[in-house]
């Protein structure tokens, strides 16, 4: 093939890299650096000399392909992986590992971590291999292929990849889409109109006038900017007629992510498990730059079944449960004003579970095992829940930075209003804590207020027994509904923080605060400047509720610890008094009565028709295909109704001979249509002849006879030019394929000018 160079490559290459740059541009939101910005010049600037180079140097396929490995392999590094390059310049052994292993492993890696990524390891290697090797093929195409207008279908497959590992969030996705679409159809359209001026530039020049080639031309122009116009108005009125339902689908929302808090054991069910004896006393973390009274997350739950309090829900989509990697440090200024930086080693504590403390920002692990644990860690920003899917154990050690949210008081709550956090839903709390909950809030009114009687009332009437030693009363472990019903059922309210805090959890639930249980340590801080020894006895939990003026807070349900008073007799012996005469009330409701719990729950879902949803499902996805259909098939349906058009116009014209002059000026369409050969301004009999048959000169004779003959020609005769006309044309679709008869169909030769007019009037005439 020869090369093609001068202005129609450098339009070529200009039109290349804007439609690139709008394919890497859906990819901004997955990185947002620096870096990604210098990877991008730099692809499509290398990936743009080798195609011109081996066009240049008429390469074969395979010679672009080793110089475009070995141009990936000199630049992945300082490009993909920076931080492993030498110098900031030259590859490094490590980084042309991370480099390679990316290619293949780096697609499933960005899809299970939290955007952006920034340039985090080597995840930038993707799109590196999708920008070099798309402008390579793109410009490769455009340079040396026959139909060049396939350039156009690299960075559109960039563009839908950008989109597909991209965000469920779009960003400015109109204009990208609208301003991707027309730049690719005017880089088609560019194609066309360079092949039809070639087309036209091989035939005899000196038989052309000027006039009907500039009108040529500009017919084909002027085709490209009307159907630039339809598909522009077409995706507009698409995208206004069936918008998209909510957020978008992309494969981030699909793929299966890298831990599941439902796998593994709620830490909630092991609480006391640190409080054996064996384990009260052992040293699970030493913490250096503790606050006082700040406590350390272990897990958040936001999910109980009746049975146990868990991390997200196996039942309903909930946000907490899904967990992420985090590429870079997260910005957590507004949760507070107090910034942590804390030293971390693990003694005797081992789990999934990472012990963090308030809004963690970053995480930066120490030791040998650093690289396998900074791999594997994954955080929920929406409980603040960290893990580490190895494990961390003994030895292990990392640095937290975090912000530390301001303290709020438990009386501040007094005004407060619940918030509108989404947790899954509880399970019904037993009727003996709802019935201990009315008498707590009875007579109080406010949502706070009454939420703060709740949490007094528990803290007032419970006490603290683990069950674990010979000289305490027995309680019994776990915090399903029967053994949170077992603790307000007896004489005394007998339990520890894993029961206090599910109990105030519901009670917080049935109030209309969202809650949740947090299960952690409250060591002794020995102040920041000091190193903080956590204890096994130092496990305990608490929850957080959401309310309208602060957001999460968290609230301390648990009794303090003081003697256990003697149980009482289940059904003490009446006291006998004096009977006294008590004049009665006057009626009026009991204000207990008239009061009624807020609605926390939500309303029951109404089982569906499956068959219809189905049906509804089909019919839906059925008509946006149908939609989509009908939009990219409308330039070449209005190529068909216009021709129908000008061909009803023509048959059905005012006078015989109109009709006549119609029938062959359709005859003289057909011909420009089917690409035959014939002299510019040919008379009719010259026509016929390039044609070759003799049908065609015999409606050549009968046209010349009708238009030139002295007085009006009859009826019949213009009806029986139609009939020929009609056999004509199956003549000249006979031994074609249906290709070919498609695009003989779909052809503008013979639109423009003249013909164009015809369409806009009820009657026409013919042409002279």
């Known amino acids: 093939m020869r090369r093609r160079v001068g202005i129609s490559a450098l339009a070529d290459v200009f039109q290349l890299w804007v439609t690139m740059g709008l394919a890497a541009a859906t990819w901004w939101p997955i990185y947002q650096s620096d870096a990604f910005l210098v990877l991008v010049v730099a692809a499509i600037v290398l990936g743009t000399l080798i195609a011109v180079v081996g066009a240049a140097f008429r390469w074969p396929a395979w010679m672009v392909f080793l110089v475009t490995t070995a141009v990936f ?19 490094s052994l490590d980084g042309l590992l991370d480099l390679f292993s990316g290619v293949a492993l780096g697609w499933k890696q960005l899809l299970t971590i939290t955007l952006p990524v920034g340039d985090y390891q080597a995840l930038l290697v993707p799109v590196l291999v999708l920008l070099l090797v798309g402008t390579v093929v793109s410009a490769s195409i455009a340079l040396r292929a026959h139909f060049g207008e396939l350039a156009a279908l690299p960075p559109v497959l960039v563009f839908l990849a950008g989109i597909a590992f991209g965000s469920v969030h779009a960003q400015a996705p109109v204009f990208l889409g609208l301003a991707m679409l027309l730049t690719s159809v005017s880089w088609v359209s560019w194609w066309r109109w360079r092949r039809r001026r070639a087309a036209a530039r091989r035939l005899d020049r000196a038989e052309i006038p000027s006039d009907r080639r500039f009108a040529v031309e500009a017919r084909t122009l002027l085709g490209s900017l009307v159907i630039l116009a339809i598909t522009v108005v077409g995706s507009m009125a698409a995208v206004a007629a069936a918008p998209p339902p909510g957020e978008r689908q992309v494969l981030r929302a699909a793929v299966v992510q890298p831990f599941d808090p439902r796998d593994y054991a709620s830490p909630l069910s092991g609480f006391r498990r640190y409080l054996r004896e064996d384990r009260s006393d052992e040293v699970m973390l030493r913490v250096n730059g503790l606050p006082a009274d700040a406590r350390i997350r272990i897990a958040t739950l936001d999910s109980y079944d009746g049975v146990v309090y868990s991390v997200g829900s196996a039942t309903v989509d909930s946000a907490s449960g899904t967990f992420v990697r985090l590429p870079s440090r997260i910005d957590e200024s507004s949760a507070g004003d107090e910034h942590l930086g804390l030293e971390i080693e693990v003694v005797d504590y081992t789990g999934v579970w990472l012990p963090t403390v308030g809004r963690l920002e970053d995480v930066q692990f120490r030791g040998t095992d650093a690289a ?11 409980s603040g829940t960290a893990v580490d899917i190895p494990g961390v154990r003994a030895g292990d050690r990392y640095r937290l930075d975090a912000v530390l949210p301001a303290e709020t008081s438990l009386a501040s709550l007094r005004n407060a209003v619940p918030g509108s956090a989404d947790v899954p839903r509880a399970a019904e709390a037993p009727e003996e804590l709802q019935t201990a909950l009315d008498g707590y809030v009875a007579g109080v009114e406010g949502a706070g207020a009454r939420l703060l009687a709740a949490i007094d009332g528990l803290r007032a009437n419970g006490y603290i027994s683990h069950g674990l030693a010979d000289d305490e009363p027995a309680s019994r472990s776990g915090h399903s509904l029967d053994r949170i019903s077992e603790l307000f059922s007896g004489t005394r309210m007998v339990g520890d923080a894993e029961q206090y805090a599910v109990a105030a959890a519901l009670m917080a639930n049935r109030l209309g605060f969202p809650a949740r249980v947090v299960v952690g340590f409250a060591p002794e801080s020995a102040g920041s400047a000091a190193t903080t020894v956590v204890h096994g006895s130092d496990i305990s939990a608490w929850i957080e509720v959401d309310t309208a003026q602060s957001g999460w807070v968290a609230v301390d349900p648990v009794p303090p610890l003081r003697p256990i008073p003697d149980a ?9 008094r004096p009977e006294s005469i008590v004049p009665p009330v006057a009626d009026r409701p009991d204000p207990r009565e008239e009061q009624t719990d807020p609605d926390t729950t939500a309303e029951e879902p109404v089982a569906s028709d499956a068959a219809l949803e189905v049906l509804l499902q089909v019919l839906r996805v059925g008509g946006l295909s149908l939609l989509v259909i009908l939009i990219a098939l409308a330039p070449f349906l209005l190529v068909i109704g216009a021709k129908a058009r000008r061909r009803h116009l023509r048959r059905t014209a005012g006078s015989t001979l109109a009709r006549i002059r119609g029938g062959w000026d359709e ?25 070759g048959t003799l049908p065609s000169r015999v409606l050549a004779a009968v046209v010349d006879r009708a238009v030139f003959a002295p007085g009006d020609p009859a009826k019949a005769d213009a009806d029986r030019v139609w009939v020929a006309v009609d056999e004509l044309r199956s003549s000249m679709d006979n031994g074609k394929s249906r290709r070919e008869r498609l695009r003989t169909l779909v052809s503008v030769r013979s639109l423009g000018g003249v013909a164009v007019t015809q369409l806009l009037r009820r009657r026409g005439g013919g042409r002279a």
């Open 568 to 576: 009482l007799p289940d059904e003490p012996a009446p006291v006998s």
């Open 667 to 691: 005859f003289a369409d057909l011909v420009v249509d089917h690409g035959l050969a014939a002299p510019p301004s040919a008379t009719r009999s010259e026509l016929a002849a390039a044609v």
């Open 73 to 91: 392999a000199l630049v992945g590094v300082p490009l993909a992986v920076p931080g492993k390059a030498i110098l900031g310049v030259f590859p």
């Open 372 to 382: 396998s644990l900074e791999n594997g860690f994954a955080y929920n920003t929406v």
